[in-house]
């Protein structure tokens, strides 16, 4: 699994959840991304924005 920003690998914690976060795109894709690309661009806009 990989950040759809900056192409990392997304590792999974213990209960098998990835350290990232979902972002619902416009046509209702689950994108996901890294933590750091949700620090640094923070809106849901912006992440899309930037996966485009
Ligand atoms: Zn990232």
């Given at each position: 699994m990989k950040c759809?920003?900056?192409k990392k690998?997304?590792?999974k914690h213990f209960?098998?959840?990835p350290l990232g976060t979902y972002?619902?795109?416009e046509k209702?894709?689950?994108l996901i991304?890294?933590?750091n690309?949700?620090?640094q661009y923070k809106?849901?806009?912006k992440i899309l924005a930037k996966m485009e």
């Open positions: 759809k920003i900056c690998k997304i590792e209960l098998k959840k972002v619902k795109s209702g894709k689950k991304v890294c933590s690309c949700q620090k809106s849901k806009d």
